[in-house]
Every structure is written in C-alpha cells, then in structure tokens.
Nanobody, 126 residues
Framework: VDLEESGGGLVQAGASLNLSCAASGRFANLHDMSWHRQAPGKEREFVAVINWSGASTRYADFAEGRFIVSRVDAKNMVYLRMNNLKSEDTAVYFC????????????????????WGQGTQVTVSS
C-alpha cells in the first residue's frame, strides 16, 4: 500500500486543519489506518487509528475530543480533522497502514506497520 499525506500548513493556535491520506495498492481498504506525528527532537508518537471497517477508532489522550479520524474507502482516503490546534501540535504528521489488530495496540506501540507516508508538516503558531 502506497500512502501520501496532504493538507498540512501553518495555522494559528485555535484553528482547525484537515489532513488527508491517499492510499493506493491492493487491499488498501482492508488495513487499519493510523496517524502519527513527530515533533523536532522527539520520537514519533501515535495520534489516532481507525479500523479496517471504519467502525472503531481510538485516540491518544492529547487527541481525544479535538481530533477526528475517518475514512472513505470508496475513495481510498483517510482523514484527520484537527480542531483547536495548540502550539504543541506542531509536528510532521504521518499516516500508516497495518494489518487489522486490536486498536489498543497502537497506543501501546505494539502495532506493526506495512506502509508509511512521507508526512506533512503542521505548524501551529501561538
């Protein structure tokens, strides 16, 4: 599965941003799709995941209530809606595809990923 993120940019604190991830390749719609981010000088961290059917989602604590992950399999697209952005949300955001697994594994660093995108930069000015 090939992945390509888009939608990043420079916004002010409190603004919203929609990230997109275009997936291509065989069986793209049969993967769990997740978002991760990496801030300068920090390790990459889990943000959100949506399972292969779109029926279940899970979020990191900092994303709960502010971010929404969704997918439209007919378009092979995955989205991350980010609301009330904070300066600490500044990072490169990546989408990833993985074989279906228990969603709690993603926040625990137990997931194995089949593909990663190149990332899209999100910068939030305070």
């Amino acid at each position: 599965v090939d992945l390509e993120e888009s939608g990043g940019g420079l916004v002010q604190a409190g603004a919203s941003l929609n990230l997109s991830c275009a997936a291509s390749g065989r069986f793209a719609n049969l993967h769990d799709m997740s978002w991760h981010r990496q801030a300068p000088g920090k390790e990459r961290e889990f943000v959100a995941v949506i399972n292969w059917s779109g029926a279940s989602t899970r979020y990191a604590d900092f994303a709960e209530g502010r971010f929404i992950v969704s997918r439209v399999d007919a378009k092979n697209m995955v989205y991350l809606r980010m609301n009330n952005l904070k300066s600490e949300d500044t990072a490169v955001y990546f989408c990833a595809a993985s074989n279906p697994r228990q969603l709690s594994d993603y926040g625990l660093g137990k997931a194995n990923f089949a593909s990663w995108g190149q990332g899209t930069q999100v910068t939030v000015s305070s």
